[in-house]
């Protein structure tokens, strides 16, 4: 309930460009500080041929906006872990809009004592916890389970609380192999967080990234790296936030 | 195990008859593995599994086949522009880095005996080719490593016909020890006097800040809470009941508003005047492409505002993540690698000093580069999770250096891992979750629109270059 009443409350400054809509920009910019768009819209894989597709986060944790455009057309996404709203606007530029499931990976990806994280659950650990980092792996992936233990002992050397999450597509059989071998602890807790997702952690196992006072930063650590390079890349990141 | 399988072929008749090239086909063949590599002929690809290395062979697209290896996790071919793979890197493996004759895996599986070993140049996550100058008989050999350094072989067939001398270079030699783009400069990020003193007068205002707006949030969900204590619904409250949390709605808004400028002023003052400069320029651009609706100027604007984003990216989120994961073309001359918000390619340069030639620009997995022609740059072919615009799906990518620009290969309702070339152009990757249902082999050409009624007769692959022998058989050991 709280999560709602923030997503009604927090309005960002609302500056959709610099997405380079071509068809009905006034009205998707409009549409789009509407639904509290940051400034930064980062340019992602695009979908059909001639298509561009951009993302942005909101203010609300969890909720995300992505714009799919072509010449003629452009669409708006509004996605959280509750619902995907799309937004379509025709040829009169009038938006169109229809409401869908959100995202929800323990429907595709359910296993039985699995742990799940979602947005809601990250936002209460980041409130209780001041600084992180959240370290996303996968069992079946070498490095990710090898540097496990690193990824924890330079988090808690920077006295920073370390979440481990698991790829929400992998399952516990996968858990026999290597993840067994390296015996990587709390293998339970898996990803069904849309912050999470969207910032791509789950394109390269492992991906982690570092908060602070409530914030993520906008970029990932990709991979692995030995511990002096690990606690370069967190301090970095530490004090941009 | 030999396992039930199912060629489905998703074409029409026409494209199924003889010699003519499916824009897609399933093979079926469930499986549980990572870490794939698939061979140039389209015959085999190989897989790591927790107990070991496996190689599907797909030749019978009907009738797939496992075969077992004595190869440990994330074995990597030594490609080779002409598409071959004589020899395949097994990493902390007996004695360290195993090489393996494929011939060999193909004949004696589990069996087979690795032809040399490398302690000094073994780690996972490595990508191996044959280098421009090698010839039937001599190899040259570039491995890179995850940690960016590699190291150069001279392998030399024996009568037999089999790579047993080996002559290694210096280990450890650092791959891309510098940079010749101006993009990858040093950044000046110096702080003057007045830079100093705003950054600590901004940071004393941001907590500031911060905490009003926290507690106008807690005003507002306090009073929300209250009224709904007394069990009315939302439309039941008084019009000066709604009045007043629009009102301190309205306050949390603004004061959110607030803390969020000066964020923005202090990451400004933070990373010094440079940056500053540039984020200013960055306004302007923005400015300019939408007070202008000539296309050329639009066009101008758009890469302008692209330099300049890519400047301040690095400003933001430093080095450490700008060269990430590594992977060699198949030719040993270029390495694409994972950056903070997307995948570079780079040249290699004698001097080993690397230049950049491309960057996608927006986030994907490790590639992997197409055969070579002469002439062009190759593509590579990669996955990235979607976005709701996709249906949250993870997708197959073919991007074109030449052209710069990216196709979706893929299908809805997919998951695609580890797609991989062909020495046709076409690319195979596994589909459909860990537990993998199986394989996909795309023509990228005829993908997502073909008339289905053509027979298309060569795969995507342009045209062959003189420096391009025939493609080894189906079965070959190659």
């Given at each position: 309930m709280k999560l709602l009443l923030i997503a009604l409350t927090m309005v960002a400054p609302a500056q959709a460009e610099p997405v380079f809509v071509k068809h009905c920009p006034a009205q998707f910019i409009a549409e789009a500080e509407k639904r509290d768009s940051k400034e930064e819209w980062k340019e992602q894989a695009p979908g059909a041929a001639g298509e561009k597709v951009y993302r942005t986060p909101t203010d609300t944790m969890g909720r995300w906006l992505e714009v799919a455009y072509t010449d003629a057309s452009t669409t708006l996404f509004d996605m959280s872990n509750a619902s995907t709203t799309k937004v379509i606007f025709g040829k009169s530029c009038a938006p169109v809009t229809s409401k869908g499931p959100g995202?929800?990976?323990?429907?595709?990806?359910?296993?039985?004592?699995?742990?799940?994280?979602?947005?809601?659950?990250?936002?209460?650990?980041?409130?209780?916890?001041?600084?992180g980092l959240?370290?996303?792996?996968?069992?079946g992936m070498t490095y990710s389970v090898q540097f496990y233990k690193i990824f924890e002992e330079v988090a808690k050397e920077l006295n920073l609380k370390f979440l481990p999450v698991r790829d929400h597509r992998s399952k516990f059989t996968e858990l026999e192999g290597m993840a067994k071998h390296f015996k990587t602890p709390e293998p339970r807790l898996k990803l069904n967080s849309v912050e999470l997702y969207m910032r791509h952690l789950t394109t390269h196992f492992p991906a982690s990234v570092v908060f602070k006072n409530g914030r993520i930063h906008d970029d990932r650590i990709i991979g692995v790296m030995e511990k002096p390079e690990l606690r370069d890349a967190i301090k970095q990141q530490l004090e941009a936030l | 195990m030999i396992i039930q399988s199912l060629l489905i072929s998703l074409l029409s008749p026409a494209a199924n008859a003889a010699n003519c090239i499916p824009a897609r086909e399933a093979v079926q063949m469930p499986h549980s593995g990572q870490y794939h590599r698939v061979h140039p002929?389209?015959?085999f690809v190989l897989y790591s599994t927790g107990r070991g290395v496996k190689i599907a062979d797909i030749t019978d697209r009907a009738n797939p086949k496992e075969i077992f290896t004595p190869m440990k996790a994330e074995t990597y071919p030594v490609e080779s522009a002409t598409g071959g793979w004589d020899l395949v890197a097994s990493p902390y493996d007996v004695g360290g880095m195993n090489y393996y004759q494929f011939k060999d895996i193909l004949k004696d599986q589990d069996a087979a005996k690795s032809v040399f070993?490398?302690?000094?140049?073994?780690q996972y996550y490595h990508s191996s080719a044959e280098l421009p100058g090698s010839t039937a008989d001599v190899r040259k050999v570039r491995t890179l490593l995850y940690g960016q350094t590699h190291r150069e072989y001279t392998m030399t067939r024996d009568t037999a016909g089999n790579f047993t001398k080996v002559e290694a270079g210096p280990a450890r030699q650092q791959m891309c020890s510098s940079f010749v783009n101006n993009n990858e400069t040093p950044?000046?990020?110096?702080?003057?006097?007045?830079?100093?003193?705003?950054?600590?007068?901004?940071?004393?205002?941001?907590?500031?800040a911060r905490a009003r707006s926290e507690a106008a949030n807690n005003r507002y969900f306090d009073r929300e809470q209250e009224l709904s204590r007394s069990r009315r619904r939302s439309n039941q409250y008084t019009s000066q009941e709604r009045r007043e949390l629009?009102?301190?709605?309205?306050?949390?808004r603004r004061l959110s508003d607030e803390t969020s400028r000066i964020s923005r002023e202090l990451r400004?003052?933070?990373?010094?005047?440079?940056?500053?400069a540039l984020s200013t320029q960055l306004r302007e651009?923005?400015?300019?492409?939408?007070?202008?609706?000539s296309p050329d100027a639009r066009r101008t604007a758009e890469a302008e505002y692209s330099r300049i984003s890519a400047l301040l990216d690095r400003y933001r989120y430093g080095n450490s993540n700008e060269f990430r994961n590594p992977i060699l073309s198949k030719d040993g001359t270029l390495v694409a690698a994972g950056k903070a918000n997307g995948i570079a390619v780079y040249k290699i340069l004698p001097d080993k000093r690397c230049e950049l030639i491309a960057e996608t620009g927006f986030a994907g997995s490790k590639v992997s580069f197409s055969y070579p022609v002469q002439g062009k740059l190759p593509k590579l072919t990669f996955t990235s999770d979607r976005g709701p615009s996709g249906n949250n799906e993870r997708g197959a990518y073919v991007y074109d250096l030449e052209t710069k620009n990216a196709k979706f290969i893929g299908q809805a309702g997919e998951y695609a891992s580890y797609p991989g070339f062909t020495k046709d152009g076409r690319v195979i990757y596994a589909s459909n979750g860990s537990g993998r249902a199986g394989f996909t082999i795309v023509d990228p050409n005829q993908v997502p629109s073909t008339d289905n009624a053509t027979c298309i007769k060569a795969a995507s692959r342009d045209a062959p270059s003189d420096d391009t022998p025939t493609d080894a058989p189906a079965n070959s050991a190659r």
């Open positions: 995202f929800d990976a323990r429907k595709q990806y359910g296993e039985p004592n699995a742990l799940w994280l979602n947005d809601q659950a990250l936002e209460e650990l980041m409130k209780k916890h001041p600084q959240i370290y996303v792996w996968s069992p | 002929s389209g015959n070993k490398d302690k000094e140049n073994d950044l000046d990020r110096s702080l003057n006097a007045e830079d100093t003193a705003r950054r600590a007068e901004l940071t004393q205002q941001q907590t500031e629009e009102a301190l709605g309205a306050e949390a400004e003052y933070a990373n010094g005047s440079a940056y500053r651009v923005e400015r300019a492409y939408h007070s202008n609706s």
